[in-house]
């Protein structure tokens, strides 16, 4: 069976096709904040690599963050359009699980000077948590993801990030589960609810 593999969740966008256990074709774009602008002509060209439609994909599978709010939105929302278009199930997968495999520390870039950042052993050892490295305790574990962040760990960091065959190995057995955002804090964009009184 066909995936498509979608994740916005870091400042790389991912896209990839897989058939089975088996990357065909895969991107790494390094998006910033552009998401909304880059993730769609990269489907098509991930697509036409792989030398497959969309209405050929069984399945899609889309990171639910961690990550920034406008980001996270642009990625998930494609997928669930997408596979409402083709009528194919969408799995939502913690984007941690998608960085590395085996025991490790997963830790990425959370912004405001923080880290978004969870730990494996056999399985997920806690929930994704978003903290300041310097206050983080780790486990014994090799740390996996975000390079930059290890002077203030004050541990060493193996660059990683979120690929497609981790986002295949993320999908937890069983019928997709609704895809709820991971975002573990408000947005930074927040309306302003302060009123002014009309003067009469």
């Given at each position: 069976m066909l995936t498509l593999a979608i994740d916005t969740a870091t400042p790389t966008l991912v896209v990839g096709v897989a058939d089975g256990d088996r990357v065909v074709a895969e991107a790494g774009v390094a998006s910033g904040t552009r998401h909304a602008e880059l993730l769609t002509p990269t489907v098509s060209e991930v697509l036409a690599?792989?030398?497959v439609a969309l209405r050929d994909v069984g399945r899609l599978v889309v990171g639910l963050g961690p990550g920034p709010y406008t980001g996270l939105?642009?990625?998930?929302?494609?997928?669930?359009a997408l596979g409402?278009?083709?009528?194919?199930?969408?799995?939502?997968?913690?984007?941690?699980?998608?960085?590395?495999?085996g025991p490790?520390?997963?830790?990425?870039?959370?912004?405001?000077?923080?880290?978004?950042w969870r730990a494996y052993g056999d399985v997920p050892l806690g929930d994704p948590a978003?903290?300041?490295?310097?206050?983080?305790?780790?486990?014994?574990?090799?740390?996996v993801g975000d390079e930059r962040f290890a002077e203030r760990l004050?541990?060493?960091?193996?660059?990683?990030?979120v690929s497609t065959a981790g986002l295949l190995?993320?999908?937890?057995?069983?019928?997709?589960?609704p895809l709820t955002p991971l975002y573990l804090r408000r947005p930074d964009a927040v309306p302003?609810?302060?009123?002014?009184?009309v003067s009469q």
């Amino acid at each position: 069976m066909l995936t498509l593999a979608i994740d916005t969740a870091t400042p790389t966008l991912v896209v990839g096709v897989a058939d089975g256990d088996r990357v065909v074709a895969e991107a790494g774009v390094a998006s910033g904040t552009r998401h909304a602008e880059l993730l769609t002509p990269t489907v098509s060209e991930v697509l036409a690599r792989a030398g497959v439609a969309l209405r050929d994909v069984g399945r899609l599978v889309v990171g639910l963050g961690p990550g920034p709010y406008t980001g996270l939105r642009v990625g998930i929302v494609t997928a669930a359009a997408l596979g409402d278009v083709v009528g194919v199930p969408v799995h939502g997968v913690c984007s941690l699980d998608a960085v590395g495999e085996g025991p490790r520390v997963v830790v990425t870039d959370a912004r405001r000077k923080e880290v978004y950042w969870r730990a494996y052993g056999d399985v997920p050892l806690g929930d994704p948590a978003v903290d300041r490295p310097e206050e983080l305790e780790l486990p014994d574990l090799p740390v996996v993801g975000d390079e930059r962040f290890a002077e203030r760990l004050g541990r060493a960091v193996t660059a990683t990030e979120v690929s497609t065959a981790g986002l295949l190995r993320a999908v937890p057995a069983g019928p997709p589960a609704p895809l709820t955002p991971l975002y573990l804090r408000r947005p930074d964009a927040v309306p302003n609810i302060n009123r002014k009184a009309v003067s009469q």
